[in-house]
């Protein structure tokens, strides 16, 4: 059974950082990449940031490239989502998610959620 937990969400202000794990339980040899995404209130779920556990690959969403870094510990099992000068607008609940396939930007492509972490930036 397959599980993941984020936790280290909060408030913080404008400008701030904040650096959510997610923990892993169940990984298998047959999953690849992890990946985060969020969810603003009225908005779509949208991805934000990806990698293979596998490689040193990374992929980010535009608006977060440059101020977020995705990275993994695989001698815990946990993924992060470093997330340095924060912007009201990068408010939303923040998911991570695995996949047995490819990493994508899709969330159709993942099989496994987590139940989120919320994150508010005052102004």
């Not at 949208?46 to 556990?53: D, I, L, T």
């Not at 977060?64 to 009201?88: H, W």
């Amino acid at each position: 059974q397959v599980q993941l937990v984020e936790s280290g969400g909060g408030l913080v202000q404008a400008g701030g950082s904040l650096r959510p794990p997610c923990a892993t339980s169940g990984r298998t040899f047959s999953t690849r990449g992890m990946g985060w995404f969020r969810q603003a209130p009225g908005k779509e779920r949208e991805f934000v940031a990806a990698f293979n556990w596998s490689g040193a690959n990374t992929y980010y969403a535009d608006s977060v490239k440059g101020r977020f870094t995705i990275s993994g510990d695989n001698a815990k099992n946990t993924v992060y989502l470093q997330m340095n000068s924060l912007r009201p607008e990068d408010a939303a609940v923040y998911y991570c998610a695995q996949t047995s396939g490819g990493v994508s930007y899709r969330n159709t492509a993942y099989d496994y959620w987590g139940q989120g972490t919320q994150v508010t930036v005052s102004s």
